[in-house]
């Protein structure tokens, strides 16, 4: 099965930069895509990122658009997400989620997603 383990969260004001790391261990199954969710205070959990791992193709929300990045280190079986910009409402509880099959049905739902991780929170200031 996979493990996963978030990092890189912390407190920032607006206009300064994050990035999330997430290290993934697949023990039985190989990693087809990794996405990036969040969830603010509040709010139901929301997609924010994804790429594929074979291809390196890379899907956005469009409230992150040109300003996050997706990016991923196959050797290190681990995805980042570089946030540059931040806006306050990109404050949220941030979570890495792996699809085995790496399918495109869905996938800004969390139900294309079979395992999670335990979240890393950032918080951005005015």
């Known amino acids: 099965q996979v493990q996963l383990v978030e990092s890189g969260g912390g407190l920032v004001q607006a206009g300064d930069s994050l990035r999330l790391s997430c290290a993934a261990s697949?023990?039985?199954?190989?990693?087809?895509?990794m996405a990036w969710f969040r969830q603010a205070p509040g709010k139901e959990r929301e997609f924010v990122a994804r790429?594929?791992?074979?291809?390196?193709?890379?899907y956005y929300a469009d409230s992150v658009k040109r300003r996050f990045t997706i990016s991923r280190d196959n050797a290190k079986n681990t995805v980042y997400l570089q946030m540059n910009s931040l806006k306050p409402e990109d404050t949220a509880v941030y979570y890495c989620?792996?699809?085995?099959?790496?399918?495109?049905?869905?996938?800004?739902?969390?139900?294309?997603?079979?395992?999670w991780g335990q979240g890393t929170q950032v918080t951005v200031s005015p």
């Open positions: 790429i594929n791992w074979s291809s390196g193709d890379t």
């Open positions: 989620a792996v699809s085995p099959s790496g399918s495109v049905l869905g996938y800004r739902s969390r139900r294309a997603y079979d395992y």
């Open positions: 697949a023990r039985t199954f190989s990693i087809g895509a």
